[in-house]
C-alpha cells in the first residue's frame, strides 16, 4: 500500500512537471522548483518508508521472548564474570570450588536468595579476557584493578555512552 501511494505521488508530480514543459513560455525556475519538490518529496516519502521498516523490526525484536530472554542471558553472564573478578580482588587466590562457594555466600547475604553459581563460565570468561591467571596448584588470581581496565580497553557499551554524551552536550 506504501508503495502505491509513493508511485501515485511519483507519477502526479511527472505528469505536473512535464506539462509545464510543453508550453513554450514556461519559465526555468518554476520547472526547477517544481522538480525539486516532487524529488524531495519522493526522497522524504522513501526514507520515512525505511524508518518505519527498521523501526517495525527492531520493536519485534524486543518484543519477542527470544530477544528478552538472550538479553537476560548476556547480563546475568556479565554479572557473574564481575562477581567472580570482585571476589579474587577481594579475597586473593581462590580455586574453582572456593570462588564458587564464596560467590554464592555473597548472593545469600546480599539478597537472601540460594544460586547455583556458574563459575566454570566465568572464568573462562576472564582467562579468555587475561586478567586471570591459574597458578601450578589450581588457584585463579586476578590483575589489579587499573591493569584489568588497559587489558579490556574501551568497551562497546562505553563507546555508545560517550557518543550520547557527546550529543546531549552539543548545540545546534
Excluded at 507519477?11 to 524529488?39: D, E, Q
Excluded at 516519502?45 to 528478552?68: A, H, M
Amino acid at each position: 500500500m506504501d508503495w502505491v501511494k509513493f508511485l501515485v505521488s511519483a507519477a502526479i508530480g511527472l505528469v505536473t512537471v512535464i506539462s509545464p514543459l510543453s508550453n513554450p513560455k514556461a519559465y526555468i525556475r518554476v520547472i526547477f522548483a517544481i522538480l525539486s519538490a516532487v524529488i524531495g518529496y519522493c526522497v522524504k516519502t522513501y526514507f520515512s518508508y525505511q524508518s518505519l521498516i527498521t523501526q517495525s523490526v527492531y520493536n519485534k525484536q524486543l518484543d519477542s521472548g527470544r530477544g528478552t530472554l538472550l538479553h537476560l542471558c548476556d547480563e546475568v553472564i556479565q554479572q557473574e564474570v564481575i562477581l567472580s573478578f570482585f571476589m579474587l580482588m577481594e579475597r586473593g587466590k581462590a580455586t574453582r570450588q572456593d570462588l564458587d562457594m564464596w560467590s554464592e555466600e555473597l548472593i545469600k547475604k546480599e539478597f537472601g536468595e540460594s544460586c547455583n553459581f556458574d563459575v566454570d563460565d566465568a572464568v573462562q570468561k576472564l582467562e579468555k579476557l587475561g586478567i586471570v591467571t591459574q597458578d601450578s596448584k589450581g588457584r585463579y588470581l586476578c590483575v589489579d584493578l587499573k591493569h584489568a581496565n588497559e587489558i579490556i580497553g574501551t568497551t562497546t557499551e562505553e563507546v555508545v555512552l560517550t557518543a550520547k554524551q557527546g550529543d546531549s552536550h552539543s548545540t545546534y
